[in-house]
């Protein structure tokens, strides 16, 4: 007996194969590159803390035994740090996990959820897997437009993300406007904050949004431990009212966080000289590299994470693509945007000093052929 098309396997829900799967940023080069400078996923030119990776290498011969399911030591460095209470706070897999748990929990079918034209790829991706429906806002000038924003607000939001900075563009809202954002939405409609490269904004009009957490029922903040030396131990944790942490703790995985990020999470956090010197670093270098760039004639976005958005000429010569395919072969990984709706564009790490002038050298004779 033959079987209809749609009964021969097992079929995935609706609408999950109208998703888009998020794709990273590349990390190799072609062979026979002799040194490969990765400038694609934002990590840290200075590493991890040395305070980290001597933590990880104290856990590893307990790695037959489970992790603490709260992540409670870790929560408490935590709440030591940004004088918070523990209790408001949940680590996670990355703060991709608790986006997606968010996602989850907060959304049901035909809801709907904003969203900036620039934003982080993943809000889409959870949005559509609880089957819901994103919103997407146009940006002025590469900011989130916060009237916008409120301009959409229907019955049917439930939440809205707002990544502060955002990624890839590096812009920022102000705190006071993050304010009016949160003024005008109902109480309802659930505001997640975004702060994965708080650490790097040295702003006086910027505030990750610890202070609107702890004053309002329908806030949270995201944070990451990746962009500051701990990408690969993926280390993510969110700041909420008790009654969302209640919820999100139902849902998670039991031993969601493991051992060694623990462990290596717990020595980062408190290494506060080694985070300083990442962001004198980063202060530095963005600011000297978005110099060149823009000498070379290169538009730069302003940027107050630890990357820049560099946009190419039109012409086919000096198009980004062509950037692109250029500093690949010498070593060079930047990260192509057309996805985050820049096809002209390359999203560039702050580097080592010899990776930041090394491409700068590059992009100039690029330029001049």
């Not at 609706?14 to 888009?20: H, N, P």
């Not at 996670?92 to 608790?98: C, L, Q, R, T, V």
């Amino acid at each position: 007996m033959s079987q209809t098309p749609d009964k021969a396997r097992p079929i995935p829900r609706a609408g999950i194969m109208d998703i888009d799967a998020y794709v990273p940023g590349k990390s190799t080069a072609p062979t026979g590159v002799a040194k490969v400078y990765k400038l694609s996923s934002n990590e840290n030119p200075l590493g991890p803390s040395p305070k980290a990776i001597e933590a990880a290498r104290e856990i590893a011969g307990k790695l037959d035994v489970y992790p603490d399911g709260t992540a409670r030591r870790l929560r408490e460095a935590i709440a030591e740090v940004h004088g918070l209470n523990p209790a408001n706070i949940i680590c996670s897999n990355g703060s991709d996990e608790i986006l997606g748990l968010l996602a989850q929990t907060y959304l049901s079918p035909g809801d709907e959820a904003v969203i900036t034209e620039h934003a982080f790829m993943v809000y889409k991706i959870y949005i559509q897997s609880a089957g819901a429906v994103p919103v997407t806002i146009k940006e002025k000038e590469e900011r989130a437009d916060i009237d916008a924003i409120l301009a959409a607000i229907t019955p049917r939001t439930k939440i809205v993300f707002l990544a502060n900075p955002n990624n890839p563009t590096g812009t920022y809202v102000p705190f006071q406007e993050v304010r009016r954002l949160h003024s005008g939405l109902p109480r309802h409609v659930l505001l997640v904050l975004d702060a994965a490269y708080a650490e790097y904004v040295r702003r006086n009009d910027y505030e990750a949004g610890i202070e609107l957490v702890g004053s309002a029922e329908n806030v949270v903040m995201t944070r990451t431990f990746s962009k500051i030396g701990l990408g690969g131990a993926r280390i993510g944790w969110t700041y909420a009212p008790m009654h969302i942490v209640d919820a999100i703790n139902r849902v998670r995985g039991p031993f969601n966080v493991n051992a060694t990020a623990i462990e290596a999470g717990i020595a980062a956090i408190r290494d506060r000289a080694h985070v300083e010197r990442s962001v004198a670093h980063n202060e530095t270098w963005l600011a000297w590299l978005s110099e060149e760039f823009t000498k070379l004639g290169l538009r730069v976005t302003p940027s107050v994470g630890n990357f820049v958005l560099v946009h190419f000429p039109e012409d086919n010569k000096h198009s980004a693509a062509a950037a692109d395919e250029y500093l690949t072969a010498r070593g060079y990984i930047l990260r192509r945007v057309s996805g985050y709706g820049f096809p002209n564009a390359l999203r560039m790490t702050v580097g080592t000093e010899e990776a930041n002038r090394g491409v700068v050298a590059a992009l100039t004779t690029f330029l001049k052929s």
